[in-house]
C-alpha cells in the first residue's frame, strides 16, 4: 500500500516518533504535522487539546493516511477515543504501546509514570496499565518544568537536575522497577531521570515502543508498504517555519519538505 502514515503532534517532540518509524520501516511514506503555533499542549484545558486534535486530524484525513498515530502523550491521553470513533483507519496513540511494555518488563508491578499536568491529570496511564494487569502499582506525577527544559536545549544543566530532583526524587521511595516517560520530550532528559532514580529503575519510551507497534499493526494486516523507490516524506506545522525546519532537520539528519499551514481564522460577525 502506497499511502502514507499520518503522525500528529503538539509541536517537534513527535519527531521523535517519525524517526523511529523512518528507521524501523524505511519505505514507509510519513506525513508530519506539528502544531507549532498553539503548542505546549501540557498546561491545556483537555476540552482545548481535543478540539485541536479534531482539527489537525480533520487536516490530515485529505492525504488519504492508512494510519493515524496522535504521537503527542498529552492529546493522546484526552483525544484517543475521540478521534477513533470518528474514523475508519487504525489511530494509535502513544499510551497503549508505552504501558503494555511496562507491563511486560516490570517484575514487581510498582510502575511510575511521569508526564505533562494534562496527560497525568487524565489518568490515562493508569487506566491503561490497570487494563492490562489491575494488580499493578501505579505512582504519576505531573513534571510541567521539564519541557521547557528540553525546548532550551538544557539536558544536563545544574538548572535541569535539580528540577529533576525536585519532580521525582520522592518517587524512589515507592521502589518502583520501571518508569514510564509518559511525555516526548522527557527521553533527552534519561541521564538526570536515571542518575536520580538510580540503575534499578528501567526507563520506557513511549516513542520507541509505539514505532514498533506501528510495525506490528502494518504487518499483521498486509498493509505494509512494499514500493521500490524510498518515500519522499512531507511535513506540516502551524507556526513559524524557521525553527521547526531546522530542529527537524537536524533530528532526522536530512532535508525535509515543510508546508507551513495557517489555521482559517474565524469569522467574526
Ligand atoms: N528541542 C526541542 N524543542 C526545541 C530543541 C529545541 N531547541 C533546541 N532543541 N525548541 O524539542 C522548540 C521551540 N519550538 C517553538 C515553536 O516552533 C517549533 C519549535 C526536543 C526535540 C524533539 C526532536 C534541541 C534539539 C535540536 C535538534 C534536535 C534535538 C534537540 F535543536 F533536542
Ligand atoms: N508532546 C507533548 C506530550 O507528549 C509534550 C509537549 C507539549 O506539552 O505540548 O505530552
New binding site residues.
Partial sequence: MQQPIAIL???V??LTVAREVMRQLPREKIIYFGDTER?????RPAEEVVRFTREIVDYLVQFGPKMIVI???????VALEDIRSRLNIPVIG?INPGARAAIGRSTTGQIGVI??E??IRSGAYEQALRQLNPHVRVISEACPLF?PLVEQGNFRSNETREAVYQSIGHMRSYSLDTLIL????YPFLVDLISEVMGPQVMLIS?ADETAREISAILHNEGKLSRGDELPVHQFFCSGQPTMFKSIAQQWLGEQIELTPVVWQVPKIG
Fill in positions: 503532534d503538539s509541536g517532540g513527535g503548542t505546549p499542549y501540557g498546561p504521537a503527542c502523550n498529552t492529546a493522546t491521553a502513544v508526564g505533562t494534562g496527560t519541557v509518559g511525555c516526548t520530550h513511549s
